[in-house]
């Protein structure tokens, strides 16, 4: 397996070992890459997350908060910057979540999220402890439901990228209709118990959740890690509880095996693996930005190309100044189907049509000049996609900037009034909009492309080096690219500040 | 094999590390520098008489450009519902209303009391991309209501593509000088 490497799909199970269990001692780390192990700099961190009810209080707020989202969407005022539901989820969440929590904890949402909690309590029936017995698929935990394989076919994320691209299509009723929000969201927690009730454990999260998506991709970002100490330790240890679970926890409940994880991106952040690791190997690294850097598939590509695509469609479309193109988003209230039309096969064509090609063009273009031809297309294509992570990442922020800075004075007023119903609970309710600093917004946004220009250049870079053993080569393979890069930042930047 | 996986390169010593700033600096600087004194132009400031006209939910026109030291003599016009217009920079707010010669023109700077004015003069002094706003809740949309005055010379846009260039251009230099190439 090359560094940086993880199975994308479920690990069968092993067998589980019959012999006694080896006297337990804590591991010892024998990493080899920078980082901070911080549950053994803070060992009160790990007794937090060993302690069991953890998630479930952590869970519990942000439920309620939610169903008050829910109701508020159903019963508030239909006005979006009225209504908490969408100035709490689309403006002050949302930033939140792409500017602090996936940069810096990576999938930290994924711990708390209300949406998969109701399945995940139905399957376990149990809020907090642990049901041991035998369980489905060697699991040492016994589990409701009809505990289904996820059809093998599916078993990417390309059902994550469709949804998310339909959800896209209709961003412009999401983000502004209160009832429409309520609506996406309510639905994606039914589905998600329904899935629960037939799939084994996290099968929404994992194929279909569409924020799970992206929250995969740039988590490769992120600075926090949950990894082993000593995967050799893992390798020796045959009982795999992390995997299969034990009394005192349940086996991942996102498929995947710690003890080889190398990549954020379909590590939940639920820490049972903390909790039903016997040696205390499993541990929370504080590391570099961008570590992980390795896409595999192209599912995970088109996630990458997806993702920038819609922060420059998002930037024309919701902060442009044409009305034309926002009456085409605009469907449920304009009602020009053909304009709406055109708009959907606008997005879908540019997400998936004309951008993987243009990547594709420079991919090729870079294989030529460094006069490689053994060098497979297909492994620099979804290799050299990497670029667009961090190059996304630092759009969504830069995107995201000014939501907040233009909109942030509805989340004084919807705090004193969720509903719009003229309450004024906290004595903000009367707060003016008035816009935070908007002359500045462009000053922000700019060196936050550049740092994405940056970070992506020497990220490809190390990636580059990995594929070619001359730099010389490297450099050749990835000049179009690059040149591709700056373009794409250039043209971020016509939107922001030209 | 296809493609010979290297190890991963090892981490440029700290030394190395500050070069590498250093010229990557330099280079975003200069690529910066160039590009504002490159295109630091415009044409010779003049009056301009403009009516924007405000509708659920765009402004037409959508982009006004001007040079610096313009006299912009905007007069506003609501087409539908009562609009806002908030002029980033300029300190300009007015409430707009449908069939309604003239607009309630106030400075936010100087507190919430409104002027009746038929015309709102700005004198284009900043140079830049300056968003004006629906500042006057029209629906579902409104928050994404807005305009754009680009004054010349846009030293953001200018700064900003030279510094993209100049990051490029400086860090293939850096890697190029860094990694010796196999046949070296």
Redesign the interface.
């Known amino acids: 397996m ?2 940086g490497s993880q199975p994308a799909r479920p690990l069968e199970a092993p067998e589980p070992a019959p012999a006694a269990r080896a006297p337990v001692k804590p591991a010892k780390p024998i990493r080899d890459w ?1 980082g901070v192990d911080l549950l053994d700099r803070y060992p009160f961190v790990r007794k937090v997350l060993k302690w069991r009810p953890l998630q479930f209080w952590l869970i519990w707020p942000n439920v309620l908060f939610f169903a008050a989202f829910l109701y508020a969407g159903l019963f508030g005022s ?5 209504n908490v539901m969408i100035v709490f989820v689309w403006i002050f969440w949302w930033f939140l979540l792409i500017a602090l929590l996936v940069p810096f904890l990576s999938r930290a949402w994924c711990t708390v999220c209300p949406l998969p909690v109701f399945g995940e309590w139905l399957q376990r029936l149990r809020f907090v402890g642990v049901r041991s017995g035998e369980g489905p698929k060697k699991q040492r935990t016994r589990m409701f439901g009809l505990n289904l394989e996820w059809p093998r076919a599916l078993q990417n994320i390309w059902l994550q990228n469709l949804g998310f691209l339909c959800l896209a299509s209709f961003s ?1 009723l999401l983000v ?2 209160p009832i429409v929000s309520t609506f996406v969201l309510g639905g994606m927690i039914v589905l998600a118990v329904a899935l629960s009730l037939v799939f084994r454990q996290r099968a929404f999260c994992m194929y279909l959740c569409p924020v799970s998506g992206f929250l995969g991709l740039y988590s490769m970002t992120s600075t926090l890690a949950v990894r082993v100490k000593d995967p050799t330790l893992c390798r020796s240890h045959k009982e795999k509880e992390c995997l299969l679970g034990c009394e005192s926890g349940y086996g991942c409940p996102w498929f995947q095996y710690v003890g080889g994880m190398t990549r954020n991106n379909y590590c939940g952040m639920c820490f049972e693996c903390v909790k039903t690791c016997p040696y205390d190997n499993v541990t929370v690294f504080l590391r570099p930005f961008c570590s992980d850097r390795l896409l595999k598939g192209y599912d995970e590509a088109f996630k990458a190309f997806i993702m920038l695509v819609l922060a420059l469609v998002y930037s024309v ?3 442009g ?4 193109v ?2 085409w988003a ?1 469907i449920s ?1 304009v009602g020009n189907w053909k304009g709406f039309g055109l708009y959907v096969l606008a997005v879908f064509g540019l997400c998936l049509g004309v951008f993987p090609a243009l990547h594709l063009a420079m991919t090729w273009l870079g294989r030529r000049l460094a006069n ?1 031809p ?3 297309l297909g ?2 294509f979804v290799r050299y996609a990497y670029v667009w992570v961090p190059l996304g990442l630092f759009a969504w922020i830069a995107f995201s900037v000014p939501l907040m800075a ?2 942030g004075a ?1 989340i004084l007023s919807t705090l004193s009034d969720p509903l719009g119903h003229g309450w004024d609970l906290f004595r903000t309710g009367s707060v003016q ?3 935070l600093l ?2 500045w917004i ?2 922000v946004q ?1 060196p936050l ?2 740092a994405g ?2 970070v992506s ?2 990220s490809s ?2 990636i580059g ?11 050749l393979s990835l ?1 179009p690219t ?2 591709f890069a ?1 373009t794409m ?2 043209a971020l ?2 939107f922001f ?2 | 094999m ?8 090892a ?1 440029p010593r700290a030394r190395t590390r500050w070069r590498t700033a250093a010229i ?1 600096a330099a280079a ?1 600087g200069l690529g910066a520098g160039a590009g504002i004194l490159l295109f630091n132009t415009s044409g010779p400031p003049k009056d301009r008489d403009i009516t924007i006209y405000a ?6 026109p ?2 006004i450009r001007a040079n610096r030291g313009d006299r912009l003599h905007l007069k506003l016009v609501s087409l539908d519902v009562v609009h806002g217009f ?1 002029l ?2 300029y300190d300009v707010d007015a409430e707009i209303l449908p069939q309604q010669k003239n607009a309630l023109v106030r400075h ?1 700077s100087q507190g919430d009391q409104r002027v009746e004015q038929e015309e709102i003069t700005v004198v284009a002094t ?1 140079t ?4 004006y ?1 629906c ?1 006057h ?1 029209c ?10 005055l ?1 004054v010349a010379p ?1 030293h ?2 200018h ?3 030279g ?3 100049g ?2 251009v400086g ?2 230099l850096v ?2 000088r860094r ?5 070296a």
């Open positions: 090359t560094p920078p239909p006005v979006g910057s009225r412009a502004t209709r479309t919701l902060l100044p044409w009305g034309t926002k009456d605009n209230e490689e053994k060098a497979r492994d620099s233009v909109n509805y909009w008035h816009p908007p002359e462009g000053l700019l492309l550049l220009l940056y250049l020497s870079w190390r080096r990995e594929l070619y053993a001359d730099s010389h080569k490297a450099l000049a690059w040149a700056a930042t250039v930047m016509c500040v030209g | 296809a493609l010979e996986v290297v190890a991963d390169v981490r990557l975003v509708k659920q939910y765009s402004f037409e959508p982009i908030y980033e920079g936010p900043q830049g991309k300056f968003r706003r500042s809740t629906g579902a949309l409104h928050p994404f209501m807005s305009g754009e680009i846009n953001s846009l700064g900003g593509i510094a993209s260039l990051l490029l860090f293939a890697v190029r990694e010796p190439t196999a046949a």
